[in-house]
């Protein structure tokens, strides 16, 4: 129930956040397709989101047949941990890197790309896949998704407004307040898409930590999960991958998308460091 309740008030939030942008921006009307815009962003989120992750990951299915070493492993955890088994999917890059999607257990899917098969052991490898199915048991993988969408839905929002502010959208406004209109619209042309990705980004660096306590609670071995971290960092900077700005943050490292590391400030993952750290001082029975 927690984590249904956290959805809720994410979708109520993002909502009012989204209202309140349009309202900035264009006044009564603004408001209103801002809210309109959110009801659209809700709907979609909730339903299509992981349909649109995997997407645009270029992730494709395969079958038992084709990824035995990665079904067996999953299937074990499942049992283990009474999950369903999830759609399982390989994205066709050397950069080692996976990440689950789904609005909840029942409708999940995990990716992992041909890099971290070559990558990593089969420990590791099941630390890693059991870190995403701590996303699955925590129901996360669903507020990740609809923290991404509003992200993008206010991007969109502020971008219209500040063309219409340059290109002389709400003239009797400018009249009246002197050009404020103009420079509100600019200033949260900047602001919003900001705000929207700080709070992706305090969505996303908790439920890293969570995860990855949750995958070692289903494994036993924290270490295994430490070690595929080093590695999977180390290697994902000598390979970037080609990733959607919109979805960087679901993956278990952050890609460093073109090459390009926009520091910790804007980083959507937690020092991978710390989560080493967190993971390698665990005790037996403190996760």
Known sequence: MGNNLKTVFLLTAMTVFVVLVGQALGGRNGAVLALCLAAAMNFFSYFFSDKLAIMS???????????????????????????????????????????????????????????????LSDDELEGVLAHELGHVRNRDI???????????????????????????????????????????????MILAPIA???????????????????????????????????????????????VSPATAHMYIIQPLIGGISFGSLFSTHPPTAERIARLTGMRPGSY
Not at 148 to 168: C, N, S
Not at 227 to 241: C, D, F, G, W
């Open 196 to 242: 929207a990705l700080l709070i992706q980004m305090a969505v996303s660096r908790s439920r890293e930590y969570q995860a990855d306590a949750t995958g070692a609670h289903f494994t036993g071995n924290p270490g295994a999960l430490a070690s595929a971290l080093r590695k999977i960092e180390t290697y994902a900077v000598r390979v970037p991958m080609q």
């Open 57 to 119: 990951s270029g992730a494709q299915p395969v079958t038992r047949e084709e990824l035995p070493r990665v079904y067996q492993i999953v299937e074990r955890l499942c049992a283990k941990t009474g999950l369903p088994m999830p759609k399982i999917f390989v994205i066709p890059t050397g950069s080692p890197n996976a990440f689950a999607t789904g609005r909840n257990p029942a409708h999940a899917s995990v990716a992992v790309t041909g890099g971290i098969l070559d990558l």
């Open 142 to 188: 669903l507020i990740s998704s609809i923290a991404a969408t509003f992200a993008g839905a206010v991007t969109i929002l502020a971008r219209m407004a500040g063309w219409a502010a340059m290109f002389g959208g709400g003239g009797r406004d400018r009249d009246r307040d002197g050009g404020g209109g103009v420079l509100t619209a600019l200033a949260m």
